[in-house]
């Protein structure tokens, strides 16, 4: 068929070019008609060869032909492999090749012919394009587009279920019959699968076990379509089977044993048992049962697909003291099982359970949880609520001791004996606390009088009956003001309270004024309040800008309390539109705050702390006054004022410690001018005592001032001496009593203790039991 195709071909070419040709010529003619050149064209345009010639080369293609006759024709070829794997024979017009050409990778090229003079190099014709088709032959294999296929399909399927695909390709012309045909063999497998000309396996037994064998390995061969090139390849395929839950459970042995504390938790594990399932473990559903034993209340089992095992688990406490050993018979079975794939053995698996409880050192178990007392308040006579009781549930039987752990609220409200009696060292308080919260710990008195280090708790609550012991207290709203023009009815405030104790069953508080002789009244709104209203209107502010009205409340309870409480109401000057324009301050009456009292302890503490540094300091100067006989260099100033009023002139300083220079040197001062006196004043009677007394202080203040090294504190003020200008009497008592120079100066003894030295140097006898 193929020659055929190939003959038909060479037979049409040349008459097919020839046709091409005259059109060419036709054309060329007709647009070089200056010329009138005869007619003349290509008489070819497509040309053929076989791909993988054997022959030597080059391989003759064809020929180009023109109807030019000119001796200096000369033919040429361009294009993208002209003069390389194809050249034209220049005088002949013969096309050769001089590759090998494989259709695979191209099948046609397409090059541009030309006939030129040789000598000028003129276009004779017209350039004419033409094609050099390749023609296929089955040189290519079919290959497979991957090496390894995978495919899955579940174990038991029927003969003929479809597995997975498989593709190969043929590089060759499609178009050619045979050329691409691809066919598939199983080379290796073909026992239990097949393939079909599309690639599809199937498979070819209904057998096929994952428990056996879970994956198989094929071969599947790809070649030509028969009659042709034998040439083939092949790809491996890969073939899981996928589970079926076509298997029963099996216990791996026909009893176990446990062994396990009585304390082991409600829910923990006592032991696993061990089945054998060989489907996948999505597949597993096996499921325990008890068939024989009375422990389906005490025990659980759980199973774990997984891991093939059923978790024994138990559902209650248990104790040694009771039952020491458990055995009962378990089952295990697969309800979903698929029974048209079971291939053989029994569809039920019996085994046998014993668990050993073992003994353990279990803490002291309280026979009630939690414990409820209830107590009245402030009930002197109830010392006792009640008792805790826990016992030792193991074997031995030892002795309790009971202990008070954690309180809320916190302190020695609530107190637990040894023995576990609740007693009360004291009244409760309902509205300290409503309730009271206790944890007793219960610990095990050992044989050597040591208590043991395992304990158990026992939460006591204790609830607090109210009693009616607090009477109601008024809630003070804001300041209750009512204007002086102010009708009668017209309401002032509204009033409410508050008790400390529980609210009365039987309802509300009760509200009356403790005195009808006023301008209000009282008016109960039944839901705990009350308003104060003006009862005659117009209040007069001249007789009394703030009432004090006393508000009586009850509390309906058993017994009856009640409380007085002062309401301090303000009368304000109102506008027309009732708006308050002015009213007076006041006080508060509800008692003096915590922060005021605060503040009044500091104040007094604080003149405390003063008027004992005062004596300190006194006594301090006592001291130092005592030192004077013997201490020369503590200095006094004497400051002397006249209070007749003759101003600046009036006053003069004087340093008294020249006293005790004097009476210890035994030397007259002299008359030195004082630079503290603004006008220097002339003694009247330089011969009299006081004279000379200030004409010793002038001296020793003068030295005073230009010594640098005495103390510049110590000031004395003495008043004595009313200025030399002053024309009122003498105030002073230097001078009293005697108007010549000879003064008794006695009288300084009683001055204190500031003039004690000026009364030892002046004076007769001190007075040394003098106390200022």
């Not at 829910?267 to 089945?275: A, I, S, T």
């Not at 668990?355 to 009245?376: A, H, Q």
């Not at 309180?407 to 060292?425: C, M, W």
Request: hydrophobic share 35%.
């Amino acid at each position: 068929m193929k020659k055929l195709i190939l003959l038909l071909s060479l037979f049409l070419a040349p008459a097919i070019a020839y046709k091409e040709s005259q059109k060419t010529k036709q054309n060329f003619s007709s647009n070089n008609t200056s010329h009138k050149r005869l007619k003349r064209d290509w008489i070819w345009n497509q040309m053929h060869i076989k791909e993988e010639i054997d022959t030597p080369l080059p391989h003759h293609v064809g020929k180009i032909t023109s109807s030019v006759r000119n001796n200096n024709a000369k033919y040429i070829i361009e294009g993208e492999y002209a003069n390389t794997i194809f050249k034209v024979e220049e005088t002949s017009g013969d096309v050769y090749a001089f590759e090998r050409l494989d259709r695979e990778k191209k099948a046609e090229y397409e090059l541009t012919a030309l006939i030129i003079d040789r000598r000028n190099n003129r276009s004779l014709e017209p350039p004419s394009k033409f094609i050099i088709k390749v023609y296929d032959i089955n040189d290519n294999a079919p290959v497979f587009v991957q090496k390894v296929f995978n495919g899955s399909v579940p174990e038991m399927s029927p003969v003929g279920t479809s597995v997975t695909k498989v593709t190969a390709v043929d590089a060759d012309d499609p178009t050619v019959t045979g050329h691409a045909t691809v066919t598939y063999q199983v080379i290796k497998g073909d026992e239990y699968f097949t393939v079909d000309d599309s690639g599809v396996i199937f498979t070819t037994r209904a057998d096929l076990d994952r428990e056996n064998q879970s994956t198989y390995e094929i071969i599947v061969k790809a070649k030509d379509a028969p009659g042709f090139s034998g040439d083939s390849s092949t790809a491996t395929v890969i073939i899981t089977l996928t589970d079926i839950n076509d298997n029963f459970p099996v216990f791996k042995h026909q009893s176990f044993h446990f062994k396990v504390p009585e304390n082991v938790s409600v829910g923990g594990e006592v032991g696993r048992v061990k089945v054998e399932d060989i489907d996948e473990p999505q597949h597993r559903n096996t499921k325990y049962s008890f068939v024989r034993g009375d422990y389906r209340d005490t025990f659980e089992i759980v199973a774990n697909p997984y891991t093939n095992e059923g978790i024994i688990r138990p559902k209650k406490p248990l104790d040694f003291e009771k039952v020491a050993e458990y055995r009962f018979d378990i089952e295990a079975t697969d309800p979903t099982v698929d029974l048209r794939y079971f291939k053989s053995g029994g569809s039920r698996s019996i085994s046998t359970v014993t668990i050993e409880v073992t003994d353990v050192d279990e803490p002291p178990v309280f026979t009630k949880l939690p414990y409820e007392f209830k107590v009245r308040e402030n009930d002197p006579e109830k010392k006792t609520l009640g008792s805790v009781w826990a016992y030792d549930p193991d074997a031995a039987k030892r002795k309790i001791r009971f202990v008070r752990r954690k309180a809320s609220p916190n302190g020695d409200y609530i107190r637990v004996s040894d023995t576990g009696i609740i007693q009360l060292p004291k009244p409760l308080d309902r509205e300290f606390s409503s309730s009271y919260n206790i944890t007793v710990a219960a610990q095990e008195i050992l044989e050597d009088g040591r208590l043991s280090d395992r304990e158990s708790h026992a939460q006591v609550h204790v609830t607090v009956i109210d009693e009616n012991d607090n009477a109601p207290e008024l809630v003070y709203p804001e300041e209750p003001r009512v204007c002086e023009n102010a009708a009668p009815g017209k309401v002032i405030i509204r009033i409410s309270a508050t008790d400390k104790d529980e609210i009365s069953p039987r309802g509300f508080f009760k509200y009356s004024l403790a005195t009808e002789d006023s301008n209000f009244s009282l008016v109960e709104n039944h839901d705990n309040t009350a308003n104060i209203t003006v009862k005659y209107g117009q209040f007069n502010r001249e007789l009394a800008k703030i009432h004090y009205l006393p508000v009586i409340i009850s509390d309906n309870g058993d017994p009856e309390l009640s409380s007085t409480n002062t309401l301090v109401i303000s009368v304000c000057k109102c506008n027309e539109k009732g708006d308050f324009t002015f009213c007076e301050e006041r006080a508060k009456q509800v008692g003096v705050s915590i922060q005021a009292l605060v503040a009044i302890f500091v104040c007094i503490f604080t003149i405390i702390v003063i008027a004992l540094l005062i004596l300190l300091r006194k006594r301090h100067k006592k001291d130092l006054s005592g030192l004077g006989r013997n201490v020369a260099e503590i200095h006094e100033q004497l400051v002397t004022y006249d209070e007749e009023g003759g101003g600046e002139m009036d006053t003069t300083s004087y340093d008294v410690s020249v006293l005790n220079s004097v009476r210890k040197n035994g030397m007259k001062p002299e008359t030195v001018p004082s630079p503290y006196a603004q006008v220097q004043k002339p003694p009247a009677n330089p011969t009299s005592g006081a004279e000379k007394m200030e004409i010793m202080i002038e001296v020793k203040k003068d030295e005073a001032d230009n010594d640098r090294d005495l103390l510049p504190y110590d000031t004395l003020h003495i008043y004595g001496y009313e200025g030399a200008e002053s024309i009122a009497e003498s105030l002073s008592s230097l001078e009293s009593g005697s108007s010549d120079s000879d003064i008794d100066y006695d009288f300084l003894n009683d001055w204190g203790p500031r003039f004690k030295m000026l009364a030892e140097l002046y004076g007769s006898e001190p007075n040394e039991d003098f106390v200022y």
